[in-house]
């Protein structure tokens, strides 16, 4: 997906991190010429009730849709003035993630934006099991923002795992991070390295194993990059050994890295399955914004 041809689409619920992410967006817009639309849904089911409780002619639904509108309007307003760009605002009932997509389809958006934490619905989609199924319904890319936008991204950490994924969340890191220096990370591990001990391997041979991995990480990794265009200076390598959630937390923070780019998918089954724990984790553990990379 070509952010510069396709609309950014940005959820809010109006808390304080979600907008973050209407700066964020509304800043990649300007930086890429895409259009953008904010979009907040009011739950349907809670305004169904709301009616059967006080009646379907009680005017307190229609004031807090009212309000609702009038808080999308100040905020595409501040945005204009803010960043040079005029949002579209859509207010939508029904449910959250349905409107979400709906919204996002009818569009054809290049990239969907949400903030890490939010009030209501926001809260529970990024940090509970709203958030994965969101990640598996959608084709799109995913940013969670989570930090105050007062520049552009500067250093990305992309994380590999030599999929086919892994290209296009390369492709992805760019376009949102133009400026920006990716740092290549790659965890690596000695397969079965507990197995071989107990086994009666001796060192040396373990040892050799995790050398020739670590070479052979390198060497994908420098494949990648130059699969990508990079260029010299534009990127950095980033190969360590460990568990992939743990060590990229890690980096992510001793690195200073203000964006961490996922892929949704891994080279098998079970590799999606740690993928989806890998990026769970990172949604709970890591301080950087997070984009996740949904298409092949």
Known sequence: ????????????????LARHAAERAARLAFETGAPLTLVHAMSGDALHHLREWLGMGHPLAQQLEADAQQQLEQLASA????????????????????????EATALDAGLLVLGARGEGFLRRQVLGTTSERLLRRTTRPLLVVRQTPHAAYRKVLVALDFSPWSLQALAVAQRVAPQAQLVLFHAFQVPF??????????????EHYRQQAHTQAVQQVHALAQAAGLQHGQWAPCIVEGDPSLRMAMQEQALDCDLVVLGKHGQTATEDLLLGSVTKHMLAEGSADMLVSTAR
């Open 1 to 16: 997906m070509n952010l510069t041809a396709q609309p950014i689409l940005v959820a809010t619920d109006f808390s304080p």
């Open 79 to 102: 945005l204009e003035t803010a960043q040079q760009v005029k949002p579209r605002t859509v207010l939508a009932r029904g449910s959250v993630l349905d409107e979400i997509g709906r």
């Open 193 to 206: 390295e507990e197995k071989l001990h107990f086994a009666g391997v001796d060192a040396a041979t373990i």
